[in-house]
Structures are given as structure tokens and as C-alpha cells.
């Protein structure tokens, strides 16, 4: 995929801003909290770079992450991650639990893949509306791990569209990662997608 442009990244951000603002909405209701969530920052870069980005913040933290295998024009592997902790204050907020956080039950992990499909589905379902395209996605798998585990793949070269958001309860402020992982054809592929976006808006 050549460099997006400036305009290209700004669509971009626009998409992913109204996915949180639908996630957002879905989450209060769920957590019985107002949530907001923050204008996402997105960038596209080699999946080393993104877990040389994460690894000084979290460190040796685990993260839980929730990740979808997508097909569409452009295809690939979405995941939603939060550090660990932060993940399961959300599904406590979300049960009205008061379990110790240290050990995910089952009931947790169904909430902490709700979570992400919620989320999930409100980006590419804007995706979706913004672009002209149609997703069509596995199940979510839950994975709870460090991030180089999350992130190592075969293929370590391929480029990563990565969002930072964050999120603000009632309670707390934590910080979430969107990644959204593709093959050099699907990078192509949104860009184009982007480019015909931006001349239909102009």
C-alpha cells in the first residue's frame, strides 16, 4: 500500500470516530455507566513497530484481547485489546460482580467477548455504511496474553491499521487498542476504498 495521504488518514479517523461514538452508546447501556469514548489516533504501520509502540506503557501487563477473522474487499484480522485489568473492571461494571479480578470465570469471558463484539461490529458496520462495502466475520476468540504474543505473527511485515482510543466510565479512565491487520492486497484495497469515500463527500 503506498503512504495514505493526509486526507486519506483523516477519513479514516472520521470512520472510527462515529465506530466509538455507536460502541460508546452500546457499553453505557450495558455497564448501567455513561461511557465516552475519546476521538481515536490512527496510524498504519509494520506490526513491529505497533508492539514497540505498546510494549514501554503496558510492559510485562497481559493484555486481553478479543479478535474477529474478516472478509470483504479488504480482509484480514481484527482485535480489540485492553490491559488486563482494565478489561475485567469493564466486565465488573457490566455483571455487577464482585468476584476478584485475578481469575476470569466463564461468565467473564462471554461478557469480555460481548464487549468486543460490540465494538467490533459498530467499526465495521460503519465501515460498512461509509464505504459501500460489506463484512462478513468469524466468531470472536478471547486471548489473554503479552502483547508480543498477541501481535508475533508469520508475517511480521504486514501493516497494521492501528487506533488508540480511549475510555472514560463514570469511575475510571482506561485505554483501549484497535488493530485491524491485512495482507499487502486488502491495504490496497481500503485505500482505494478511501479514495473513491473522498470523492464521493467532495
Known amino acids: 500500500?503506498?503512504?495514505?495521504?493526509?486526507?486519506?488518514l483523516d477519513a479514516l479517523a472520521e470512520i472510527f470516530n462515529i465506530s466509538v461514538g455507536r460502541s460508546a452508546s452500546a457499553l453505557s447501556e450495558l455497564t448501567q455507566e455513561p461511557v465516552t469514548m475519546s476521538v481515536p489516533v490512527v496510524h498504519v504501520m509494520p506490526i513491529h513497530r505497533v508492539i514497540e509502540l505498546l510494549s514501554p506503557g503496558i510492559g510485562a501487563e497481559r493484555l486481553t484481547c478479543v479478535s474477529q477473522m474478516f472478509n470483504?474487499?479488504?480482509?484480514?484480522?481484527?482485535?480489540?485489546?485492553?490491559?488486563e485489568n482494565s478489561s475485567l473492571e469493564i466486565v465488573?461494571?457490566?455483571?455487577?460482580?464482585q468476584v476478584p479480578i485475578e481469575q476470569l470465570s466463564e461468565i467473564e469471558q462471554d461478557a469480555l467477548n460481548e464487549i468486543g463484539n460490540i465494538i467490533l461490529n459498530a467499526c465495521f458496520s460503519t465501515i460498512a455504511d461509509m464505504l459501500q462495502d460489506t463484512f462478513s466475520?468469524?466468531?470472536?476468540?478471547l486471548t489473554v496474553a503479552s502483547v508480543d504474543e498477541i501481535l508475533q505473527k508469520p508475517e511480521s511485515e504486514q501493516t497494521v491499521l492501528f487506533i488508540q482510543i480511549q475510555l472514560a466510565l463514570e469511575s475510571q479512565n482506561l485505554e483501549g487498542y484497535l488493530a485491524f491487520i491485512m495482507g499487502s492486497g486488502s491495504e490496497a484495497n481500503l485505500q482505494q476504498a478511501l479514495?473513491?469515500?473522498?470523492e464521493g463527500v467532495q
Open 195 to 198: 479514495r473513491g469515500f473522498l
Open 72 to 83: 470483504g474487499s479488504f480482509s484480514g484480522e481484527a482485535m480489540l485489546m485492553f490491559p
Open 137 to 141: 466475520c468469524d466468531l470472536p476468540e
Open 92 to 97: 465488573r461494571l457490566m455483571l455487577g460482580s
Open 1 to 8: 500500500m503506498n503512504d495514505l495521504t493526509v486526507l486519506e
